[in-house]
């Protein structure tokens, strides 16, 4: 902490700290396959410490479904057609950002 501001200081940066550091302390991928999957995991593994959902328990169901040639599980739940929705089901998603803005975070930041 450097003069009483954090040097993450929003919920975005937060997210995003540990591909971060992760790159800047990695020597990198060989290739854009490699790019892809390092991507794709950390956008998994930051969406599932979101929902406090189990990593290792999805990585591990996702490997499954591949083996048995079924659909992958769902980092998010499917949404119901507008049609269907209730007037309190958000139309763009945000409401799922403002419920999950918080975790994470110490009580005095939220």
């Known amino acids: 902490m450097l003069g009483g501001i954090e040097p993450t200081n ?7 700290r540990h591909a971060v550091m992760y790159r800047k302390t990695s ?8 790019s892809c999957f390092v991507e794709r995991i950390f ?8 929902q406090e959902r189990g990593v290792l328990d999805f990585l ?12 992958p599980p769902r980092c998010f739940p ?10 309190h089901e958000s139309v763009n998603g945000y409401d799922w950002f403002i419920a999950f803005k918080g975790v994470g975070m110490d009580a005095s930041r939220r």
Do not use: Y
């Not at 929003?10 to 995003?16: A, K, M, P, T, Y």
């Not at 020597?27 to 490699?34: K, V």
């Not at 499917?78 to 007037?87: E, N, V, W, Y």
């Open 27 to 34: 020597f990198g991928t060989q290739g854009p396959e490699g």
């Open 78 to 87: 499917l949404r119901r057609p507008l049609s269907l929705r209730t007037q």
């Open 10 to 16: 929003n919920f975005g940066e937060q997210c995003i």
């Open 60 to 71: 591990t169901d996702t490997l499954r479904t591949h083996r048995r040639s079924l659909p």
């Open 43 to 50: 956008t998994a593994v930051t969406t599932l410490k979101l």
